[in-house]
């Protein structure tokens, strides 16, 4: 019974450090679980942080354009999309989509890859967590810098970026910000540099989503100089 409850507590323990572990994400250069593994299993990794701000504005709103349309309106979890992939699910077609970038991030920082319901159950309260705790621009800023986006550990959207198209993530062009979307999430498959029929049809579909989360920024009080150029094209 005693070794029993020091697993407990042991579990216990490990289940509470990210709730500790998020508040201090407010700053720093944060790495994913992925990116740990396969540094201890000797894979290669790549990773230059890069700054919101720094960034090519058209980047993050195809990436939400991509990847969650309401980031800027839930609270962690999209409930509608939710609902909606439950009812696809029971209806045959699949458990897919409803993963919000919140939940992504919880997944990569703090959980482990692949489907699972225990992941599933661990991941929806730590993105509550995560969305109370961090601002959304922040929780954007993390997705992109620990986002696997190339195939042989390139992470982030500098190592992405300069993998894809040989140069830094701050001089993307609206396609090319589209075309890194576009390989998410499985940069193995999907290539940004070599892009198929597939991917420049949803590097198109992305393109368009992204003038529509323009004013995405607004309605959660983003200012300046993180998002305070989003809605206004470059020269």
């Not at 990773?47 to 969650?68: N, T």
């Not at 995560?130 to 929780?139: E, G």
């Not at 198209?165 to 498959?189: D, T």
């Not at 070599?194 to 049809?201: A, E, I, K, T, W």
Request: a positive charge; charged letters at 15%; glycine letters at 8%.
């Amino acid at each position: 019974m005693r070794a029993l409850k020091i697993l407990a507590l042991l579990v216990l323990a490990a289940l509470l450090v990210p709730y500790v572990l998020t508040p201090f994400y407010r700053a720093g250069h944060p790495v994913s679980t992925l990116m740990v593994w396969r540094r201890l299993t000797g894979a290669p990794v790549s990773r230059q942080w890069i700054d919101l701000q720094a960034m090519s504005p058209y980047l993050p709103r195809a990436v939400v354009g991509a990847e969650d349309a309401h980031f800027c309106k839930h609270q962690g979890i999209d409930f509608g999309a939710l609902r909606e992939a439950i009812n696809n699910a029971k209806e045959g077609e699949g458990m897919r989509g409803a993963s919000t970038i919140t939940q992504q991030v919880a997944k990569n920082l703090f959980l482990w890859q692949g489907a699972s319901y225990v992941r599933k159950a661990l991941e929806f309260p730590l993105a509550l967590w995560i969305d109370a705790m961090l601002p959304k621009q922040r929780i954007l800023e993390i997705y992109l810098n620990i986002a696997e986006l190339g195939p042989s550990g390139q992470f982030g959207a500098e190592a992405g970026s300069n993998f894809a198209f040989g140069h830094s993530a701050a001089n993307l062009s609206p396609r090319e910000a589209a075309l890194l979307a576009s390989i998410l999430p499985n940069p193995h498959i999907r290539n940004a540099r070599l892009p198929g029929p597939g991917v420049r049809r949803l590097a198109g579909t992305y393109m368009a989503r992204a003038q529509a989360v323009t004013t995405c920024w607004a309605k959660i009080g983003a200012s300046e100089p993180i998002f305070g150029h989003f809605g206004h094209n470059r020269p």
